[in-house]
């Protein structure tokens, strides 16, 4: 969250760590930390699983917490806060909680709602009329920013480098699910007119200090970092990165947006959870909860049944209603189960960023709790795939050639895909159709993304008929289609890599006639304007600036500005 690859990744970049500490936790209760005790079956099981997952996962640490709606039942910590010097998770370490700070923000929003100080459903203009941001489909309210349904194009803040830039709405308000990290600055704006403090006093004042979240950091800041567990991402930015890849520590940060400025140590998250479970008793009215819990939009990024409240998921897990989030920021991911219905809660946290969240630790957490309350048997744990083992590699098995006789040769051995190249490159499956290297500096620069047959109706997978990578594009004897592509004359001066001053490695290309970022299609909808990704409507757009001797020198993607480089 807060940089160009870290919010819903629209990007192709997008040795295994120790994790010798992982298997034995330290459990530090309420306080300091405790001396080992007798562990129950739940702690058993959630450590093997914990184990288990950080393994398979390639996380240096995690930090975690369980309660309940009237206590802390346990705070525990695995593995490295930092692994070059091999220091062991703590219980006064903050981990940052990314968009999970988003619920923090609603509940602000709730509470002056409870006051009569704001309309959610007002024109956000009535409050702040200076709002860079053009909306032609219609007046955006406080509601729509709340629920990701406003239109506006997931930017990480409300400024942009050219003062005379603006953000551009894509849809009616409330037409579709967009997540949007923009909606949630532009509300911090709101509280800071109304509340007449700066967002990090006024969340101190109205959430931390009220339920003695006493350790929390309300902002990122090099000082918080001090008490934070060191953060790790990949090595190899500028690649694609298999699940077990290189990690590096990542410098200190700033960052001080309502999207998600949070970092916390594990016993202030529990306190946290447990305010939820008892609705937001004492810190917004039995309404103001009832509207943060109510399902307004279908969001399925977070799973085939979840809907969208105000700054939190609503989901339906084993027939409970229950609250969830993550949060990923550039080198920490995050996650919450909070079960209504039973009332227990959990989080966990760890400190590395490659693309996934620790999303089934925290519901397999809050799956034992319930078995325990309930004194049903406790369910086993669903078992961690591995990325490498692909069933159906034999789909993917076979020859593909490019237009200039260029050749790909993938052959199945057993559960494992693996391409012909200098040796045989074991490949990890990312998504669907969607594969990676596992070896650094052999095919890493982008994904392999197989292509199927149209389907014809029923129930067998259509065959695999080409692949991709990156710019370079092969098909196999099956393929039927089209094999010249006509490329627009204007596309040579924008295809390139680009970087951002965060860091942020992206490369735009031809293929197939047509111009991708990444991973992602670009649909052109002006003057070097494009559409980033499928759906006709989505907000985020890529537009390249500065064509100076036949090269676009900026591209402006979602409102970052990335520089072109030449290496």
């Known amino acids: 969250m807060g940089h160009l690859l870290d919010r819903r990744t629209f990007l192709s970049l997008g040795g295994g760590t120790a994790i010798a500490a992982a298997a034995s936790p330290r459990l530090w209760g309420l306080g300091a930390i405790a001396a080992p005790a007798a562990k129950d079956e739940v702690e058993s099981k959630l450590d093997a699983f914990t184990a288990a997952y ?27 806060a930092n692994l070059e010097l091999k220091t062991p998770v703590s219980p006064d370490q903050l981990f940052q909680i990314g968009s999970i700070t988003k619920s923090f923000t609603a509940l602000i929003m709730l509470q002056l ?56 709405q894509g849809f009616a308000p409330g037409a579709h699910f967009h997540y949007c990290n923009l909606g949630f600055a532009i509300l ?100 103001g909860f009832r509207l943060l819990s109510t399902p307004y939009m279908q969001a399925t990024e977070f799973s085939p049944r979840s809907f969208y409240g105000y700054g939190i998921a609503v989901d339906v897990l084993d027939g409970h209603k ?17 079960d209504l219905d039973a009332g227990v809660a959990a989080f966990a946290s760890i400190n590395a ?66 391409l012909d190249g200098a040796g045989q490159i074991v490949l990890q499956r990312s998504s669907g159709d969607s594969f990676v290297s596992t070896v650094p500096g052999s095919f890493s620069d982008y994904s392999l993304i197989f292509v199927r047959e149209q389907p014809a109706g029923g129930t067998t997978p259509s065959p695999v008929v080409e692949v991709s990578y990156g710019p370079n594009w092969y098909a196999n004897a099956a393929y039927h289609g089209d094999r010249e592509f ?21 490369r735009v290309f031809v293929r197939k006639g047509k111009l991708w970022l990444g991973d992602t299609l670009l649909t052109e909808i002006g003057s070097y304007l494009f559409r980033i990704g499928n759906d006709s409507w989505s907000p985020d757009t890529a537009e390249f600036l500065t064509i100076v001797e036949g090269h676009a020198r900026l591209l402006r993607a979602i409102g970052e500005d990335c520089w072109r480089i030449e290496v």
């Not at 680009?498 to 490695?505: N, Q």
Request: aromatic share 8%.
């Open 54 to 80: 950080m393994k398979a996962m390639n996380a240096p640490g995690m930090t975690q917490a369980l309660t309940d709606k009237t206590a802390t039942i346990r705070t525990a910590g695995y593995g490295f």
């Open 113 to 168: 709602r409870d006051e009569g100080k704001v309309d959610l459903h007002r024109p956000v203009l009535e409050y702040l009329p200076w709002l860079p941001v053009n909306m032609p489909y219609g007046p955006i309210t406080a509601h729509h920013l709340l629920t990701h349904s406003s239109g506006l194009p997931d930017a990480s803040a409300i400024f942009q480098s050219d003062p005379a830039a603006r953000h551009v």
């Open 188 to 287: 911090g704006r709101i509280i800071e007119k109304l509340d007449g403090r700066p967002w990090y006093q006024c969340l101190q004042a109205r959430i931390l200090a009220p339920l003695s979240m006493t350790q929390t950091a309300a902002v990122i800041t090099i000082n918080s970092s001090a008490r934070s567990a060191t953060g790790y991402q990949p090595f190899f930015d500028d690649q694609v990165f298999p699940r077990q890849g290189r990690l590096v520590p990542r410098p200190p940060e700033v960052f001080d947006s309502p999207a998600g400025s949070i970092a916390a140590p594990p016993g202030d998250m529990a306190i946290y959870l447990r305010m939820l479970l008892n609705g937001g008793h004492g810190i917004v009215s039995a309404d």
């Open 322 to 338: 229950i609250l969830r989030h993550t949060g990923g920021m550039n080198c920490f991911a995050s996650s919450i189960h909070v």
């Open 353 to 418: 960023m490659q693309g996934y969240r620790p999303t089934a630790v925290t519901q397999y957490a809050v799956q034992l709790l319930r078995a325990k309350h309930d004194a049903k048997p406790l369910p086993a744990a669903e078992a961690l795939a591995d990325p490498a083992e692909v069933d159906n590699a034999g789909e993917y098995a076979g020859v593909f050639r490019s237009a200039n006789g260029k050749e790909l040769v993938f052959k199945a051995n057993g559960k494992r895909l693996l």
């Open 486 to 506: 006509t490329v627009p004359a204007a596309y040579s001066a924008l295809t390139g890599r680009y970087r951002s001053d965060s860091g942020d490695d992206v």
